[in-house]
């Protein structure tokens, strides 16, 4: 029988590798993409039967992209999770142009080009399921962290729009959104958060990777999940009170030291 791959961008760390872990348990092969590889080696140890493949791609950069998928193809993927991406902590003038540019390159650009050649190649395998992680900031503006908070919209928006035309057209294949809220990784420190501890619904990766992953691999109708009662409740909760109270909280959370 054919080996299964998952394929995991952001693999090194958090929940990317948190979901690398889980998925080697449930019996799949791995090819994690990361700027380093490093990880693997204890993953290697800990799954000695499966096969682990680390790659080193930094996908802020539109041809490294391309080269991934053109250097993955031959393997029997069934699932891809678009995982990979970073914040950034700070008023929208204050935070470096570069940063944001490799921000919306990673955030974006590779997630976009990468959903469009795992779709296409999905169809023509007539199986296969791309999770695209985004936020429960996709939900609403975040001053504060501004183009962190407008990269994690686009990614729901468009992967909606795409799940939607795929159900329509009678298509096997899906993409599907995991929208986390606050969830205990290193997200925080590289975003420049001094204290996590005060943020709302703060969940434990290991729950998260528990919660999340089982179920965006079963769901069928449901475009986007939202793992937690607490930030199912806080997305209710936003829609319902005024948007400048919305944003008036969102500033205090994300300009709090």
């Known amino acids: 029988m054919e080996k299964e791959f998952v394929v995991v961008t952001g693999a090194s760390s958090g929940i990317g590798y948190g979901y690398c872990q889980w998925l080697l348990k449930q019996g799949y092969h791995i ?84 959903t469009k050649l795992f779709t296409q190649y999905f169809i023509e395998q007539k199986k296969g399921r791309i999770i695209n992680i985004s936020s429960l900031s996709a939900f609403f503006p975040g001053p504060g962290m501004a183009t962190y908070y407008a990269t994690k919209a686009y990614i729901l928006s468009l992967s909606v729009a795409i799940n939607t035309e795929l159900k329509k057209t009678k298509s096997p294949v899906r993409v599907v959104t995991i929208c986390p809220g606050a969830t205990q990784t290193a997200f925080f420190k590289n975003s420049d958060f001094k204290n996590n501890k005060t943020l709302p619904g703060l969940m434990s990766l290991e729950r998260f990777i528990k919660k999340s992953l089982p179920k965006a691999l079963r769901i069928k109708r449901k475009n986007y999940l939202i793992i937690g009662w607490k930030n199912r409740s806080l997305k209710r909760l936003f829609r319902i009170i005024p948007q400048k109270s919305t944003l008036n909280y969102t500033y205090l959370i994300q300009t709090k030291d």
């Open 31 to 114: 090819i994690g993409v990361s700027r380093h590889t490093e990880w693997a080696k204890e993953l290697q140890q800990q799954f000695p039967e499966q096969t682990i493949v680390a790659l080193s791609y930094d996908l802020s950069v539109p041809e490294n992209c391309y080269a991934l998928f053109e250097k993955i193809k031959q393997y029997h993927i069934v699932l891809f999770i678009n995982n990979a991406g970073f914040g950034k902590k700070g008023l929208f003038i204050t935070i470096p142009l570069a940063d944001e540019l490799k921000m919306i390159n990673l955030n974006i650009q590779a997630v976009h080009i990468l």
